[in-house]
């Protein structure tokens, strides 16, 4: 039996219910012939996982291990040559499933499946292991920790389709405004546009976030909570281009109305998620502008292999913002849920599984 962490059910409405944290076990058999079984080192939060506690990410299901985004050690493969190549390394696991390689949109007629939490895929990180097919691992980077590598998978290719792909714009010179700094996808955003060579701005309710941006590459900040912060922002451009080629965003709200005054004719809202509301308003400032609104989620495997790889050649680093250590310890686990509900992190928050060389010694709990 292999342990894990879920939620349990209680009773509650949408948006009001918080389900707690509980301790599940599943039944563990050994990897099928293309499979191989990874010991998780350590895995990470993302906002779904705050929404799924809250009932507020569709398809629910109790009693699967939570989390998409994991790293760890092939302990045990299946038969097959592409699945006995893997034993032994340190991989990171593709965080869903059904789309290979279209750029428009997963393949799969069921659609895009992420790991952990709900019915559409019955497997998650926060756990003792996870078996899975050779084809969704790639080797992790070795310049990368556990910890780092966790935090990576599935805000990394969120970032790297909504920025390198979507946005059309991650290129020496351009101007790009990344909103909401703080949040592990926004910050993967400034990494992956900076690296690209992009002049890249950045938004905040946190001065102190828009210091720690631009330490990280951001050409400037201004906080959304000042009246009129757009008018600031484009004092801030360049003086031969005083507009915004593209804006990565993952809140919604009123991001057309600000764009339509911040973008050049034709430029992008590359849109990687609505955390303000799930509608937003179209203006026709917008269409006059011939602004374009181009919805973003996750991406395919290719992405997450082209992702990785960037990752490994630009030796380019997630930021950490606190771990805690231990399956067993829920109430440090329930801590990291409850930064994110605060939205005091400053990058991903993660959970220290089982030390890599614990593992390797055929110990796992930490």
């Given at each position: 039996?292999?342990?894990?962490?879920?939620?349990?059910?209680?009773?509650?409405?949408?948006?009001?219910?918080?389900?707690?944290?509980?301790?599940?076990?599943?039944?563990?058999?050994?990897?099928?012939?293309?499979?191989?079984?990874?010991?998780?080192?350590?895995?990470?939060?993302?906002?779904?996982?705050?929404?799924?506690?809250?009932?507020?990410?569709?398809?629910?299901?109790?009693?699967?291990?939570?989390?998409?985004?994991?790293?760890?050690?092939?302990?045990?493969?299946?038969?097959?040559?592409?699945?006995?190549?893997?034993?032994?390394?340190?991989?990171?696991?593709?965080?869903?499933?059904?789309?290979?390689?279209?750029?428009?949109?997963?393949?799969?007629?069921?659609?895009?499946?992420?790991?952990?939490?709900?019915?559409?895929?019955?497997?998650?990180?926060?756990?003792?292991?996870?078996?899975?097919?050779?084809?969704?691992?790639?080797?992790?980077?070795?310049?990368?920790?556990?910890?780092?590598?966790?935090?990576?998978?599935?805000?990394?290719?969120?970032?790297?389709?909504?920025?390198?792909?979507?946005?059309?714009?991650?290129?020496?010179?351009?101007?790009?405004?990344?909103?909401?700094?703080?949040?592990?996808?926004?910050?993967?955003?400034?990494?992956?546009?900076?690296?690209?060579?992009?002049?890249?701005?950045?938004?905040?309710?946190?001065?102190?976030?828009?210091?720690?941006?631009?330490?990280?590459?951001?050409?400037?900040?201004?906080?959304?909570?000042?009246?009129?912060?757009?008018?600031?922002?484009?004092?801030?451009?360049?003086?031969?281009?005083?507009?915004?080629?593209?804006?990565?965003?993952?809140?919604?709200?009123?991001?057309?109305?600000?764009?339509?005054?911040?973008?050049?004719?034709?430029?992008?809202?590359?849109?990687?998620?609505?955390?303000?509301?799930?509608?937003?308003?179209?203006?026709?400032?917008?269409?006059?502008?011939n602004i374009e609104v181009r919805g973003s989620t996750m991406g395919s495997r290719k992405e997450f292999k082209d992702m990785v790889k960037f990752i490994a050649d630009t030796k380019l680093k997630p930021?950490?913002?606190?771990?805690?250590?231990?399956?067993?310890?829920?109430?440090?686990?329930?801590?990291?849920?409850?930064?994110?509900?605060?939205?005091?992190?400053?990058?991903?928050?993660?959970?220290?599984?089982?030390?890599?060389?614990?593992?390797?010694?055929?110990?796992?709990?930490?």
């Amino acid at each position: 039996m292999v342990k894990a962490i879920s939620i349990r059910k209680i009773d509650g409405k949408p948006g009001q219910v918080y389900y707690p944290l509980e301790h599940i076990t599943i039944p563990s058999s050994p990897p099928k012939a293309n499979e191989v079984t990874i010991s998780i080192t350590a895995a990470a939060l993302n906002h779904r996982d705050l929404f799924l506690r809250q009932h507020l990410y569709p398809g629910l299901k109790f009693g699967v291990p939570l989390l998409a985004d994991g790293t760890g050690i092939v302990t045990s493969t299946g038969s097959s040559s592409s699945a006995k190549e893997w034993l032994g390394k340190r991989v990171l696991i593709n965080p869903g499933c059904g789309w290979e390689s279209d750029p428009d949109g997963p393949e799969d007629p069921k659609g895009y499946a992420i790991l952990g939490g709900t019915k559409m895929n019955p497997l998650g990180t926060l756990g003792e292991s996870v078996t899975i097919d050779a084809g969704e691992v790639e080797v992790a980077p070795e310049h990368l920790s556990s910890l780092e590598a966790a935090a990576l998978p599935l805000t990394g290719l969120t970032a790297w389709r909504a920025t390198m792909v979507k946005s059309g714009n991650a290129k020496a010179g351009r101007n790009i405004l990344v909103t909401g700094i703080g949040g592990g996808v926004a910050i993967m955003a400034l990494l992956f546009a900076v690296a690209a060579g992009a002049n890249v701005y950045v938004t905040s309710g946190s001065e102190e976030k828009i210091q720690r941006a631009k330490s990280m590459g951001a050409k400037g900040g201004v906080s959304y909570k000042e009246k009129g912060w757009e008018k600031k922002l484009l004092e801030l451009l360049p003086k031969d281009r005083k507009h915004l080629d593209a804006i990565i965003d993952g809140a919604g709200g009123d991001v057309v109305e600000k764009g339509a005054k911040l973008l050049k004719a034709g430029g992008v809202i590359s849109i990687y998620g609505m955390t303000t509301s799930p509608k937003m308003p179209f203006l026709m400032s917008a269409v006059l502008k011939n602004i374009e609104v181009r919805g973003s989620t996750m991406g395919s495997r290719k992405e997450f292999k082209d992702m990785v790889k960037f990752i490994a050649d630009t030796k380019l680093k997630p930021i950490v913002s606190r771990h805690v250590s231990g399956l067993d310890n829920l109430d440090g686990i329930d801590s990291l849920f409850e930064d994110m509900k605060a939205a005091k992190q400053f990058g991903k928050l993660v959970i220290e599984v089982a030390k890599e060389s614990d593992i390797k010694a055929g110990k796992s709990k930490l």
